[in-house]
């Protein structure tokens, strides 16, 4: 059965106060269109900038996760991510009116029920996996962090944590079905050692902080003035540390609770990647940083696979569709500059055309002769030539026809191309042609690596 992507059926909101600013902010949750995946929207900054949920755009992991682009920074986002994937949920705009997400509870649970009041529906697009093949590992030893993902046919997430403390001992927790988010591992709040705790207090942090908000593991005998302070700091009539270590501030949902938080913490911050994973993560004393490092690489091999899955091939015993002579005949280039060799595959709505790169090009006599590299001009020329060669091939009668380029836009070089390097130019049609107008993005590859690419928009002009 085809799995759609969702967003929710109506806006909601939901408002509380920042764990660090101490100000109160509200979030706006919007449907969104497909494919477009999770966007915040800081809507108390001029032209309400939107940032993406996205690794690379994570600049702090101290006390949480923070995204910043252009100099805006929304703080705090794992709790809302971890409920908005543990939903299911694909696409989604988040709005907000201040740089921090709300503490809430300290869980997932307060947006979760949300977004169920809103309602999930689902959209008219097929749900992206990535499937995991083979494994992805991160370590950090200096943390003594481990973090693995293993092929699996469904996402499943099993943690450890160990904080090598009497009051908090090895605690282990699992997630086998994302079905069971809701219920399982939205409502575990967040828990803080008391050291953390006076740290944060003198330093003016967790302004929102409330005691409502976080499990407090206390590691020291306090005295009765500490507690009193404590109980002032935060506005309760007193605080007492019970017979397992933890403050009177709350009663534990689950006797693994702080694991499962934990576990929590690593939905959300991996639902940074940017897509849904078929695989099974287990990790070892996880954090807010492993997690994001774990999350770029798992991102960055997606990216490697889609590449490679791209990358055109061809098989050099197989007769091209156009060789140099019917090139010949549709180009009015001629050598030095012609620039494709063979076209590979065309059909109407892309070209994949070949250049053979050899030490006998008359360029490489002036241009770097004691470190030949192949004109990045020229590269975009031989793409377009590759262009235009789908783009003659639109019309009957080609040899009355010549086309110019109007526009190249995006242009990139992303690596060198030598003498030896086979360039393999792929063309596709970004709109169909109309009225002589041809629009295209163009990628070249040397092997499985991408090597240049270009949006490129020419004209077919009839010359005859």
Same mark, same amino acid.
């Given at each position: ?34 494919n ?5 929207k ?9 940032i ?28 809302v ?61 200096e943390? +003594?962090? *481990?973090?693995?993902?293993?092929? =699996?046919?469904?996402? $499943?997430? @099993? !943690?450890?944590?160990?904080? &090598? ?5 090895t605690?282990?927790?699992?997630l ?6 809701q219920k ?24 929102g ?14 005295? +009765?003035? *500490?507690?009193?302070?404590?109980? =002032?700091?935060?506005? $309760?009539? @007193? !605080?007492?540390?019970?017979? &397992?270590?933890i ?8 006797n ?5 938080h934990?576990?929590?913490?690593v ?12 695989g ?18 798992i ?68 241009h ?24 003659l ?22 690596s ?39 949006e ?7 010359v005859?």
């Amino acid at each position: 059965m085809i799995e759609k992507q969702k967003t929710i059926a109506k806006p909601v909101l939901i408002s509380g106060t920042g764990l660090h600013t101490g100000k109160d902010v509200t979030l706006a949750f919007k449907p969104a269109p497909i494919n477009f995946g999770y966007k915040f929207k800081r809507v108390d900054i001029e032209n309400s900038p939107l940032i993406e949920a996205d690794a690379d755009l994570v600049v702090d992991t101290s006390r949480g996760t923070t995204l910043e682009l252009n100099g805006i920074k929304v703080s705090t986002i794992e709790h809302v991510l971890a409920a908005i994937f543990g939903l299911g949920i694909d696409n989604i705009l988040i709005e907000l009116d201040c740089p921090e997400t709300p503490i809430l509870d300290g869980s997932s649970k307060p947006i979760v029920e949300t977004l169920l009041e809103a309602g999930i529906v689902e959209q008219e697009a097929e749900k992206e996996y990535y499937e995991i093949k083979s494994n992805i590992t991160f370590s950090d030893p200096e943390k +003594k962090v *481990e973090m693995v993902i293993i092929p =699996s046919k469904e996402f $499943k997430l @099993s !943690v450890l944590i160990d904080y &090598e403390l009497k009051v908090l001992n090895t605690q282990f927790a699992s997630l086998n079905k994302l079905e069971d988010f809701q219920k399982e591992i939205a409502p575990c709040r967040t828990f803080v050692f008391l050291h953390e705790l006076e740290y944060l207090l003198s330093n003016n942090l967790i302004k929102g902080g409330d005691l409502s908000n976080a499990i407090v593991f206390v590691n020291r005998v306090m005295s +009765k003035e *500490e507690l009193n302070r404590l109980a =002032s700091l935060f506005h $309760k009539p @007193s !605080v007492e540390v019970l017979a &397992e270590g933890i403050l009177n501030n709350v009663d534990l949902y689950f006797n693994n609770e702080p694991a499962r938080h934990k576990l929590l913490d690593v939905i959300g911050d991996l639902a940074l990647i940017g897509k849904r994973i078929k695989g099974h993560v287990i990790v070892s004393r996880p954090g807010h940083s492993s997690n994001v490092e774990f999350a770029k690489l798992i991102k960055k091999q997606i990216k490697q696979d889609i590449i490679k899955k791209e990358v055109p091939s061809f098989d050099i015993n197989k007769p091209p569709l156009f060789d140099i002579n019917k090139i010949r005949e549709l180009l009015p280039h001629r050598p030095p500059f012609l620039l494709v060799d063979k076209i590979l595959e065309m059909t109407e709505t892309y070209v994949i055309g070949l250049k053979n790169v050899t030490m006998n090009e008359d360029f490489f006599v002036g241009h770097f002769p004691n470190e030949p590299v192949m004109p990045g001009v020229l590269q975009v020329e031989a793409m377009a030539q590759t262009g235009g060669i789908m783009a003659l091939s639109s019309v009957p009668d080609p040899e009355n026809y010549a086309t110019y380029f109007m526009k190249i836009d995006n242009v990139r070089f992303r690596s060198k191309v030598v003498p030896g390097d086979t360039l393999i130019f792929r063309l596709d049609l970004l709109t169909p042609i109309r009225r002589g107008l041809c629009n295209m993005k163009g990628v070249a590859y040397v092997g499985t690596k991408i090597v240049m690419e270009a949006e490129m928009l020419a004209q077919i002009i009839k010359v005859k």
